[in-house]
């Protein structure tokens, strides 16, 4: 198929020098109609991009927060990157999984570590994992992937078990999509890492990911095959961030208008230093703090019915910063190599540096303690409340009296089962400020949730 149905690049140019310059009015006009939650279109997000004045900055900033709280509520849904393997055929030039870095250590997990891993994520109280593979699997066979997916399910102690299973995988074909669907998976996640043609060959020498259209019409498989829920992305810092942004509005308007759909989520990396890569710790296009800010705040206002994710990549105050601006989801306590639970350190077979090493138990309480409801919920996954079911929740309103509940039980369920004795004093004092705030209807529905925690139930949720 032609991907230019799917991103246009000389569109995206001529709207971007169509926009070379702020106009506060215009921006003032902008921002005004993406507080009636129905997004922005190409060339207005292309003008929200030029702003530079401290003035309109905050209101964009402003204009965000009041986006992402009025549609997503103070609640923070928490997850954990698990490695399986660092095997990779591609060479690309910023990742230290690239074929020719003999510096990296290479790793597969067997399905006895992987149960060890999960068993230590478990233990810590997560309940959703993002299963990770380097884009080639052990001797080609995609089973292995479709066995670690049913190992980490099977692991359950005393603290719970993993509830929720996101992949983020190479391209598959149809038949391998259908066999992912069949595990159970929650969301696909793939990143496009750069939208730019020219960029994209620049940085991806060799191996299948080298072929840009195969991997920008991923979804034109996944969604076909049973996949309603995707997760798409760019690595700011290798081309100019503004064509980035605009390039992922680009392709969320394409999945809503070809499937009726757009993405559950979008994730922004930003480059950091890998072991052996010049390009990660020298980015081709370096983004700013206060431009990977507008980053955040712009896609909450263009899509704002989208999660937005950030990583630990990013520092505890990048982190912090970016949850009033528009961010839904974070990971936590996260490692980028395989075995990097059970192993004590970092070691040299990650993929990338991290920004943030606290534990999950201390971001936990960081996110508590600035007001965030952290959620370990999976409940629409598992009621099938997803794809064009979510998405019509969200539009319409009601995804909040949903979310809450849940959000407070699995906060509940984490204090009780896993918290420190200083998470539980914040977390305990927070969820009855949040009950307090609450409607009749929700705060009834949350409290019944909680007073079956308090009998003994595990999992509950509406």
Same mark, same amino acid.
């Given at each position: 198929?032609?991907? /230019?149905?799917?991103?246009?690049?000389?569109?995206?140019?001529?709207?971007?020098?169509?926009?070379?310059?702020?106009?506060?009015?215009?921006?003032?006009?902008?921002?005004?109609?993406?507080?009636?939650?129905?997004?922005?279109?190409?060339?207005?997000?292309?003008?929200?991009?030029?702003?530079?004045?401290?003035?309109?900055?905050?209101? #964009?900033?402003?204009?965000? %927060?009041?986006?992402?709280?009025?549609?997503?509520?103070?609640?923070?849904?928490?997850?954990?990157?698990?490695?399986?393997?660092?095997?990779?055929?591609?060479?690309?030039?910023?990742?230290?999984?690239?074929?020719?870095?003999?510096?990296?250590?290479?790793?597969?997990?067997?399905?006895?570590?992987?149960?060890?891993?999960?068993? =230590?994520?478990?233990?810590?109280?997560?309940?959703?994992?993002?299963?990770?593979?380097?884009?080639?699997?052990?001797?080609?066979? *995609?089973?292995?992937?479709?066995?670690?997916?049913?190992?980490?399910?099977?692991?359950?102690?005393?603290? !719970?078990?993993?509830?929720?299973?996101?992949?983020?995988?190479?391209?598959?074909?149809?038949?391998?999509?259908?066999?992912?669907? $069949?595990?159970?998976?929650?969301? @696909?996640?793939?990143?496009?890492?750069?939208?730019?043609?020219?960029?994209?060959?620049?940085?991806?020498?060799?191996?299948?990911?080298? &072929?840009?259209?195969?991997?920008?019409?991923? *979804?034109?498989?996944?969604?076909?095959?049973?996949?309603?829920?995707?997760?798409?992305?760019?690595?700011?810092?290798?081309?100019?961030?503004?064509?980035?942004?605009?390039?992922?509005?680009?392709? =969320?308007?394409?999945?809503?208008?070809? @499937?009726?759909? !757009?993405?559950?989520?979008?994730?922004?990396?930003?480059?950091?230093?890998?072991?052996?890569?010049?390009?990660?710790?020298?980015?081709?296009?370096?983004?700013?703090?206060?431009?990977?800010?507008?980053?955040?705040?712009?896609?909450?206002?263009?899509?704002?019915?989208?999660?937005?994710?950030? =990583?630990?990549?990013?520092?505890?105050?990048?982190?912090?910063?970016?949850?009033? /601006?528009?961010?839904?989801?974070?990971?936590?306590?996260?490692?980028?190599?395989? +075995?990097? @639970?059970?192993?004590? +350190?970092?070691?040299? &077979?990650?993929?990338?540096?991290? +920004?943030?090493?606290?534990?999950?138990?201390?971001?936990?309480? $960081?996110?508590?303690?600035?007001?965030?409801?952290?959620?370990?919920?999976?409940?629409?996954?598992?009621?099938?409340?997803?794809?064009?079911?979510?998405?019509?929740?969200?539009?319409?309103?009601?995804?909040?009296?949903?979310?809450?509940? %849940?959000?407070?039980?699995?906060?509940?369920?984490?204090?009780?089962?896993?918290?420190?004795?200083?998470?539980? #004093?914040?977390?305990?004092?927070?969820?009855?400020?949040?009950?307090? /705030?609450? =409607?009749?209807?929700?705060?009834?529905?949350?409290?019944?949730? /909680?007073?079956?925690?308090?009998?003994?139930?595990?999992?509950?949720?509406?």
């Amino acid at each position: 198929m032609s991907t /230019l149905s799917i991103i246009n690049a000389n569109k995206i140019q001529s709207s971007l020098v169509d926009s070379a310059t702020e106009n506060p009015s215009q921006i003032r006009e902008i921002l005004a109609k993406a507080l009636e939650f129905k997004g922005l279109n190409l060339q207005e997000v292309a003008q929200l991009t030029t702003t530079k004045s401290p003035e309109l900055l905050k209101e #964009i900033f402003a204009a965000a %927060n009041r986006v992402k709280e009025e549609i997503y509520g103070r609640r923070v849904v928490i997850f954990a990157p698990l490695y399986v393997s660092n095997l990779c055929s591609n060479e690309c030039l910023y990742c230290a999984f690239r074929v020719s870095n003999r510096d990296l250590k290479r790793r597969v997990l067997s399905l006895s570590e992987i149960k060890s891993e999960v068993e =230590s994520l478990v233990n810590q109280g997560h309940k959703r994992l993002l299963l990770v593979s380097g884009e080639t699997y052990p001797q080609d066979d *995609f089973q292995y992937i479709l066995d670690a997916i049913k190992a980490v399910y099977e692991v359950a102690n005393q603290h !719970g078990e993993i509830r929720r299973v996101n992949v983020n995988l190479a391209p598959l074909d149809t038949d391998d999509f259908k066999r992912l669907k $069949d595990a159970a998976i929650g969301t @696909y996640q793939l990143f496009q890492e750069t939208y730019h043609r020219d960029t994209y060959s620049q940085v991806h020498v060799s191996g299948k990911k080298a &072929d840009y259209d195969w991997r920008l019409s991923v *979804f034109d498989r996944a969604i076909p095959s049973g996949i309603d829920d995707v997760g798409i992305g760019a690595l700011f810092g290798l081309y100019d961030w503004r064509f980035e942004v605009l390039a992922l509005l680009e392709h =969320s308007n394409y999945l809503q208008n070809k @499937y009726g759909v !757009g993405p559950h989520t979008i994730s922004v990396p930003r480059l950091e230093p890998a072991l052996g890569s010049h390009i990660a710790s020298h980015p081709l296009a370096p983004v700013s703090d206060i431009d990977f800010c507008k980053i955040v705040a712009i896609l909450r206002l263009a899509i704002p019915y989208t999660g937005i994710i950030m =990583s630990t990549r990013e520092s505890l105050q990048m982190r912090q910063q970016t949850l009033a /601006l528009g961010v839904s989801q974070i990971s936590a306590g996260s490692r980028t190599n395989p +075995g990097g @639970y059970s192993d004590a +350190g970092l070691t040299d &077979d990650s993929q990338f540096s991290l +920004g943030d090493h606290r534990s999950l138990d201390d971001v936990v309480r $960081d996110v508590a303690s600035l007001g965030y409801i952290p959620s370990f919920c999976t409940a629409c996954y598992r009621l099938g409340r997803t794809g064009e079911d979510f998405m019509g929740l969200a539009k319409h309103g009601n995804i909040k009296q949903i979310c809450a509940p %849940n959000a407070i039980a699995t906060f509940a369920e984490y204090l009780n089962n896993t918290a420190s004795e200083a998470t539980k #004093i914040v977390g305990h004092k927070l969820i009855q400020s949040k009950l307090e /705030l609450m =409607s009749d209807e929700t705060r009834n529905l949350s409290e019944k949730l /909680l007073a079956r925690l308090a009998s003994g139930q595990k999992d509950v949720y509406v």
